[in-house]
């Protein structure tokens, strides 16, 4: 497998102005989840007032959705699961079903705090929102890095909860299970944040963090925290971060050992901008390979061409 080149002009990690907001509304909806297969929601059946007319209860339907896909153990859908006002200063008042971050609330009274349970991968978590003139998540400690909230934008990120709000490209929703390294993931970033998802390793205890890295194949690698787990995503991590170029002039080779699931060349070549640090590469590539306890990898006598930037990324020079 080789990395693909339409990786598009900005590095990994910067966030675009998201063209298809992500958020679940009680309508039916159908998502593509990070393995590319489709998860449908039932939707809240009943509506929003099921229970008495009050909208305590968030619908008859608010607790799921057919297929929440959103780590081990989310029941996931809209997260409305609390109701209006579960815990809130204005019972009375509070949306029947969870907003979403920078939504309009001009309905409500301003400051008025408003409180959901939402199932996330390791528990149902309580959120806060406030009206500062939009609907806002308040921000409470989490200590999973990337645990995911269903089918929400909800995400554990530097310690805290995070929202993304319809400025941001938000990752997809994630796998319910962890995937293996180096299976296919599917990845969209046209519409899609980078996919990014955390979970406990098969010890119950660990937790670990990976991403679908771009080639002809995508391909999930994860950090290594997993006893066994050598795909290595800190290698992969650093060479997506050093694709970006506006000339060919941008561009240099450095050679690996072959080990890594993905290559820019059949010779274990890495094309990469000029800012990368090949001892860097070398580093993380003996990293890879001892982990692998291997002699050597497979890599193929052939002489890389010279790099070209395709794309703003930096390839193989196209055959002509």
Known sequence: MH????????????????????????????????????NGESGNNGGSGAVGGSGAVGGSGAVGGSGAVGGSGAVGGSGAVAGSGVGGTGSGECPAERPWQGSGCASVPRGLECEYDVACQTATQRFTYVCNGRWELQPSSCSNEWESCGWT???????????????????PPCPAEKRDPGSSCADDRTIFGVPTCGYFCPDGQTWTVGSCYLNEDPTWAFDGACAGDCSNSGLLGYVEQHKYCSTASDCQIVQTSGCSSVTDHCSGALYVNQDA????????????????????????????????????????????
Not at 9 to 34: I, N, Q
Request: net charge negative; charged share 20%; proline share 10%.
């Open 153 to 171: 934008n909800i995400h554990c990120h530097n310690g805290s909860w995070f929202e993304y709000d319809d400025e941001l490209d938000p990752p």
């Open 277 to 320: 640090d090949a001892t860097e590469i070398g580093r993380l590539d003996q990293a890879l390979t001892q982990c692998q306890q291997t002699g050597g990898c497979a890599a193929c006598a052939d002489t890389p061409p010279p790099p070209a930037c395709v794309e703003r990324q930096c390839v193989p020079q196209p055959a002509s």
């Open 3 to 38: 990395l693909k080149t339409g990786l598009g002009a900005e590095p990994r990690g910067k966030l675009a102005a998201l063209r298809v907001p992500l958020m679940v509304t009680t309508a039916v909806v159908a998502l593509v989840a990070c393995d590319g297969s489709t």
